[in-house]
């Protein structure tokens, strides 16, 4: 329901890791099932972050004509998950910032990254693809929204300067942003990161091999290594350390699930307003209070491990998404009042998943259907083409 009119309305998988970066890419619905290299629903910046062909292909085409095409068309170039190309120079193999958004994200601050500490740079190289961004809507140039900083009310001021919205919501009408994993934004703002603890310190832990100190590129949750990294610095028990983890994260589920409920109601109580005869004029607040609700909760659950990396910031944004979404309905039931309905708003039965995919409109077995036979028959002709022209070196394939 809330991402209804978007296609994430159709699937959002648990992330696997970076192995399988492409391979994922291929089988979510959300990139459609384009059978030849213009069609599709997805602009080739879905690559982005991808792969090591992608600074290959920027490098040859350019930035702009990398981003301006569809997905499909790089097809037959995209085919090698995300490796050392990514993060590493390939002769020095220091580590190295290999997408624009990052570097063009820092510049519109007012700031150099060429200037970031080694330490600093342990993070950076997470950052440029796990961070909040979004497409412009004539050329699909990537943009990290940072031109008032790196916070969720600094992105929002922006996008709210721009008139930006990501879709319009299929059932309220409202303009809606959809935040992409700001991970490194949020992970800012917690206590390890203001002690200068970097994102490679826990998901990358130092090890040492035949003499050789290295870091593990084993990328993982901290809490399946936990002798190498809470306990480089904490002096608790595992267990200890793991609940405490765990506590952070039901705290800030709770807070999440009463969020979802009363936004989704939003959502559906302004549709009803709409099918009640309510005009923009009246609508107005409450669209812009949904909006404001959303981005806050998008903000929040889009990240990865934001309740344990800021576990005060991720509430206090969740906390704020909730209070807009009382809002909003609060600003509905003032409209339909003024419409002369002042009665309970009836809700349709959306209790599982496959009950408000239908209700938004959704065939899924025709998606299903479709993306089968994408996978059967283009897939395999771009990793033929890819072969051919000596693009693969993945071992698994």
């Not at 002096?235 to 999440?256: H, K, P, T």
């Amino acid at each position: 329901i809330l991402w209804a009119g978007y296609a994430f309305a159709k699937d959002y998988a648990t992330p696997r890791g970076h192995k399988h970066a492409v391979e994922d890419v291929y089988h979510s619905l959300r990139t459609g099932a384009p059978m030849s290299p213009e069609d599709g629903p997805q602009p080739a910046t879905c690559w982005t972050c991808k792969s090591p062909d992608v600074p290959r292909l920027m490098d040859s085409v350019g930035i702009a004509g990398f981003y301006n095409r569809t997905w499909a068309h790089w097809g037959p170039e995209v085919v090698n998950p995300i490796g050392c190309a990514d993060c590493h120079d390939a002769e020095t193999m220091d580590l190295k910032i290999t997408r624009p958004g990052l570097i063009e994200g820092f510049e519109n601050m007012g700031l150099n990254i060429a200037d970031a500490s080694y330490q600093d740079m342990r993070s950076l190289v997470c950052a440029q693809c796990h961070s909040e961004y979004y497409f412009t809507k004539d050329t699909k140039y990537l943009i990290f929204p940072w031109h008032n900083g790196t916070t969720m009310e600094g992105a929002e001021q922006y996008y709210d300067s721009i008139q930006f919205f990501d879709y319009t919501h299929k059932l309220s009408k409202t303009p809606i942003i959809k935040a992409q994993h700001p991970d490194y934004e949020i992970y800012k703002m917690g206590i390890h990161a203001q002690r200068g603890v970097s994102c490679a310190d826990c998901h990358m832990p130092y090890i040492s091999e035949g003499g050789v100190k290295y870091s593990s590129h084993h990328v993982q949750s901290p809490l399946a290594n936990i002798n190498n990294t809470c306990q480089v610095c904490h002096r608790e028990s595992e267990e200890d350390l793991r609940n405490a983890v765990f506590e952070r994260q039901r705290s800030a589920n709770e807070i999440r699930n009463l969020v979802e409920k009363e936004l989704a109601t939003a959502h559906l109580e302004a549709q009803f307003a709409w099918e009640k005869g309510a005009t923009e004029t009246q609508m107005k607040d409450a669209l812009q209070l949904i909006r404001q609700s959303q981005w806050r909760w998008d903000y929040a659950v889009a990240s990865h491990g934001g309740s344990f990396h800021a576990p005060v910031e991720f509430q206090r944004i969740l906390s704020h998404s909730l209070d807009r979404a009382h809002k909003a309905r609060f600003e509905l039931s003032k409209v339909l009042a003024r419409l002369g309905y002042t009665g309970e708003v009836p809700l349709p039965d959306i209790s599982s998943k496959e009950k408000a995919q239908a209700y938004i409109g959704l065939d899924m077995p025709k998606e299903r259907a479709d993306k089968k036979k994408f996978l059967d028959t283009v897939v395999p002709e771009w990793l033929k083409q890819a072969k051919a022209n000596k693009r693969l070196i993945s071992a698994q394939r």
